[in-house]
């Protein structure tokens, strides 16, 4: 399979359990919005939109992939620019439509089918790894991207979502390991601002989610 996996894709792809299937533990309150966050860098890769103060401009409405031009579409619709934030929120309401895209993409390509389950009455399909080997090479890529030193952009726009994606446990499951890790990407993120803007907008929108969560369940026990 030598056809290029998308940002958004290898996210996903690294947050399933490589052996139960489904999303692990760490990410799975993250992963919407990581989604969301690494489809407005790919519409930044394509030339649609660029990012001036942590908002968004558009600057093309054109693209030949039908779900680009669906996000596209409803960015158009806003009559002035808004923060990154406000759109990884606005696009919440979409999120079904925009996972589901991404796992049909991934079960196409086989790295991923979509396994059927049920309890009682509700029913759900969890992603399971069927291409293990693309994951585990994208793994070994990352490490050496964290610890080689100069990387591109790309790259850099892979990294930056590690940490607010809930994936480093993940990639270094060693303690030592990791907080050396972390320590090489904060670094990276300084020299790197764009992708710095969207990994923050990203947490900032996770807590406005949590707050709001907070707030409805305190005014619900209140009554």
């Known amino acids: 399979m ?3 996996i998308p940002l958004s894709q290898k996210l996903y792809l690294l947050a399933i359990h490589p052996e139960k299937g489904g999303v692990i533990a760490a990410s799975y309150t993250a992963i919407n919005y990581v ?21 968004v401009i558009v600057l093309s409405l054109k693209s030949d992939n039908d779900f680009y031009r669906f996000l596209l579409e409803k960015i158009g619709k806003s009559k002035r620019s808004l923060r ?23 079960v196409e390509k086989r790295i991923i089918r979509m396994e059927p389950k049920q309890f009682l009455f509700f029913k759900w399909k969890k992603p399971v790894l069927v291409n293990k080997q ?8 990352i490490e050496k991207q964290v610890f080689g030193g100069s990387v591109s952009e790309d790259e850099i ?9 809930g994936l480093l446990n993940r990639i270094f499951p ?4 990791r907080k050396k890790a972390n320590a090489h990407l904060k670094k990276m993120m300084v020299e790197n601002q764009m992708s ?14 949590a707050s709001v969560a907070i707030t409805a369940a305190a005014t619900s026990s209140a009554h």
């Open 2 to 4: 030598n056809e290029p």
């Open 35 to 55: 989604l969301v966050g690494s489809l407005f860098l790919e519409l930044y890769q394509n030339k649609n939109i660029k990012f001036d103060n942590k908002r």
């Open 84 to 106: 990154i934030s406000t759109w990884i929120q606005k696009f919440q309401y979409s999120i079904k439509r925009i996972s589901t895209e991404v796992q049909q993409d991934l």
């Open 134 to 141: 693309v994951v585990s090479k994208l793994v070994i890529e």
């Open 157 to 165: 726009m892979l990294l930056s979502f590690l940490k607010p994606a």
């Open 174 to 177: 060693e303690r030592e390991k």
């Open 196 to 209: 710095h803007a969207v990994a923050d907008a990203i947490s900032a929108a996770q807590a406005v989610a």
